[in-house]
């Protein structure tokens, strides 16, 4: 089960932190990779689409600890790919970053708990 958490930034060790960065704008992606490593963590990797994130998923088999997605990709978008990581019962933190309206955003929590792939 996923699990959305809030933290301090001051009691995170990011060095420790495995990041999978998904968002299909290479851009993004990149821009968001270069943030990571500029907070302490040089563990980051990053997948062009959802099913490509959810097959490095597979393989790492754990070794990810925060998943950062965008919810627009074409394919498989961010809300497939977070059900799918939730049916894996994988513990992932998530970070959620898109372009879409805050009402559009702030209306995705109920979604994932009605899923039931998000817990508190």
Do not use: C, N, W
């Amino acid at each position: 089960m996923i699990d959305l958490v809030a933290a301090s930034t001051a009691a995170i060790d990011f060095r420790s932190l495995r990041f999978l960065v998904v968002d299909d704008e290479r851009d993004q992606r990149y821009l968001l990779a270069k943030t990571l490593a500029g907070m302490g963590t040089a563990r980051v990797i990053e997948a062009p689409s959802g099913h490509d994130g959810l097959a490095m998923l597979d393989r790492a088999g754990g070794a990810v600890d925060i998943l950062v997605t965008d919810l627009q990709m074409p394919g498989m978008d961010g809300l497939e790919l977070l059900r799918r990581v939730g049916e894996r019962k994988m513990p992932i933190a998530v970070i959620i970053v898109s372009g879409l309206d805050s009402v559009l955003l702030a209306s995705a929590d109920p979604l994932f708990r009605a899923a039931s792939i998000v817990k508190r």
